[in-house]
């Protein structure tokens, strides 16, 4: 017969158990409605403070954009070794 020890399943921890997945989402959301507002401010007002605050409303989501994808490329690792 064979003295096979139980299993005890061991409960998995997040990888960040501080950060709720839920406090991911406010940023995206909020750049979501910036970039509704400036789509229909661009549509519906095409003249004065609208056609700037529509240029501000689509410029700010396209700079977070090109930020995180700058910080993303920045933090890979080299071909050599290092995290897969």
Known sequence: MNAVSPEIPTPSLPVSA???PVA????PIALGLLT?????SALLGQHGVWLALSWAALSIP???????VLRAWCRTP???GGQS
Not at 36 to 40: A, N, P, S, T
Not at 62 to 68: D, E, K, N, S
């Open 18 to 20: 501080s950060r709720h």
């Open 24 to 27: 991911v989402w406010p940023w």
């Open 62 to 68: 396209l700079i977070v954009t090109v930020a995180c």
């Open 36 to 40: 509704i507002f400036g789509l229909l």
């Open 78 to 80: 080299s071909v050599k």
